[in-house]
């Protein structure tokens, strides 16, 4: 009897598995734009934090909803809007922190966090006015009180994302190019940048890998982060008009299908 509801209880969660992955393929096949929920958290608990997030609006997110719509004009994607940003409502909570490269966490490590953090996320997403497909979480930071802030990250298998920034107007675009990184990294693109260095790979991490001369690159590839000036430098870019989707990137999140 228990051993019968225990494979019942497996095959449902083995089913459940596959029609989550079946229905996160069919969104990139990009027939609907997919709906993103961006909910602000006082990273910090600063009241640096605290003041930048209730003046936020959601006309700042119109620019990374146009930029996505620009890009993907270029590469002839029959959707207007790849990516509906809306600014939901200030999560209090500080969502589970990934392990830290340092600690050498182990896969096991990585995977008990990947699913604390969509539990916390499916308790922690307050509703919007479209269900989102997407969950971005922006953990402000007071910039007088970090001068480095911690690497954000986000999971392609549950689409959310954790986006580190400084609560400062004065990092605003910038702001909008690490969380336009970050969006692509759940519909599946690749860092293209090395981790040590940071510098971008070549070709790959260059948005104009054919511009002679090479140096310097008027543009960063969005998933390399950084504009190469030189073999050896590379410089973090102003905002997401100094940016483009490399072609790799594109194949990644299905903008451009092989032999095109």
């Not at 119109?62 to 600014?87: C, K, M, S, V």
């Not at 930071?141 to 970090?146: A, E, L």
Request: charged content about 20%.
């Amino acid at each position: 009897m228990w051993r019968k509801l225990r494979i019942l209880i497996l095959l449902f969660i083995l089913a459940t598995v596959a029609h989550r992955a079946w229905l996160e393929s069919h969104d990139l096949e990009w027939k609907d734009s997919l709906y993103v929920a961006v909910y602000p958290v006082n990273a910090d608990g600063s009241d640096q934090a605290n003041a930048y997030i209730q003046q936020l609006s959601a006309d700042e997110l119109l620019g990374i909803t146009d930029y996505f719509a620009e890009e993907a004009a270029r590469y002839e994607l029959n959707l207007a809007y790849p990516f509906q940003l809306r600014l939901g409502p200030e999560v209090d909570d500080r969502p589970p922190q990934p392990p830290k490269p340092a600690q050498n966490a182990s896969m096991l490590k990585i995977i008990l966090w990947s699913l604390h953090l969509r539990w916390w996320s499916w308790h922690h997403s307050p509703p919007v006015s479209i269900p989102p497909k997407i969950k971005i979480y922006l953990l402000y930071h007071d910039p007088g009180q970090y001068r480095v802030l911690p690497h954000s990250t986000a999971l392609n298998k549950g689409r959310i994302g954790l986006v580190n920034l400084y609560a400062d107007k004065r990092y605003a675009k910038q702001n909008a190019v690490i969380i336009a990184h970050e969006l692509l990294h759940t519909v599946g693109a690749t860092d293209k940048y090395d981790l040590a260095s940071s510098l971008p790979y070549f070709p790959d991490g260059y948005a104009e890998a054919g511009k002679e001369p090479l140096y310097p690159q008027d543009y960063a590839e969005l998933m390399a982060g950084r504009i190469p000036v030189s073999q050896n430098k590379a410089e973090i870019p102003a905002s997401l008009a100094y940016t483009l989707i490399g072609e790799r990137t594109a194949a990644e999140i299905g903008w451009l299908r092989e032999g095109e």
